[in-house]
């Protein structure tokens, strides 16, 4: 089993920062790709970034430039650092990890952009 708890979530003025954090304990093994997704109100489940155990990403459109995802494989660790920050990026982040067929998320973290 793996479970993933995320942290850093929080209140930011437009233009502000923030860092998510997402731990992940159990069989830490079997993780390979890592990714943060978010939701907003009304809006469906999005892919934001993603990070292979080799340090590969990926980045969705409107966050490229803004959003830098890494890990820390020691710790068992994935970060997001979001920079510039948009009304637009309110939402629920979640993070993510899939062990063979199985999909793990977390339990969220609600990152609130005032404008």
């Known amino acids: 089993q793996v479970q993933l708890v995320e942290s850093g979530g929080g209140l930011v003025q437009a233009g502000g920062s923030l860092r998510l954090s997402c731990a992940a304990s159990g069989s830490t093994f079997r993780i390979n790709t890592m990714g943060w997704y978010r939701q907003a109100p009304g809006k469906q489940r999005e892919l934001v970034a993603a990070i292979t155990s080799g340090g590969t990403t990926n980045y969705a459109d409107s966050v490229k430039g803004r959003f830098t995802i890494s890990r820390d494989n020691a710790k068992n660790t994935v970060y997001l650092q979001m920079n510039s920050l948009k009304s637009e990026d309110t939402a629920v982040y979640y993070c993510?990890?899939?062990?063979?067929?199985?999909?793990?998320w977390g339990q969220g973290t609600q990152v609130t952009v005032s404008s």
């Open positions: 993510n990890t899939v062990i063979g067929i199985a999909i793990k």
